[in-house]
């Protein structure tokens, strides 16, 4: 990829993001000054110990904190400094999340989960949320069970229509919180390459956190994170 289509194709950048937690003595620098470019049908893991900030970057990214300082832009706008309902709205039409526990509901169908965040973006008529969600259930394996009560399928399979769910409304940014922490091998494998699928075939930026060294080296870049900083970067 030529550095021109690199430059155009930036999703998400942070510049001096900065978080600390705690009050007074206890304050603890838990970011500092973290510079990031993700870029679109990239996938990137994060690694670390524990305690180094991978959750708070995500939440960050996520729009679901806010940094003491720094900014944080997608798709070119800066979100670190918007308002609440801004970062709702945004949220709900650019980034996805997929997590270590599936978080389904267990009362729908996995077709009536995609549905739901659809639904709510209000992009699509009833017919096409229909047929874009059984297209994507589809495309990973699901279309025979598209219906079923997502309780009556494999941990596998649940986050399967987890990773599809995260895509269901066109998102440009993909944040997954350790998505094969509770997997086997065999369905961590199928996860990972479902993750490369989705950042290829559907075009947004994943980012991974993850202690899953397998996952890690899978991604196309991999940056560890200590004490707040990243440390080094591969690919």
Known sequence: MSETSTQKSVVLQTRQLTRYLGDGANRQLVLDALDLDLHAGQTCAVVGPSGCGKSTLLYLLGLLDRPNEGTIHVQNREMAA???TARTAFRNEHIGFVFQFHFLLPEFTALENLLLPMRKLG??????MRERATELLTRFGLGDKVNRYTNQLSGGEQQRVAVARALANEPTLILADEPTGNLDTRNSNNVM???QEAAHAYGPSILIVTHNPELAQACDR????RDG????EQG
Do not use: K
């Open 82 to 84: 918007a308002d609440d």
């Open 222 to 225: 991999l940056l560890t994170m």
């Open 123 to 128: 992009r699509w008529g009833d017919e096409e």
């Open 229 to 232: 900083r990243f440390e080094s």
């Open 193 to 195: 390459e479902l993750l």
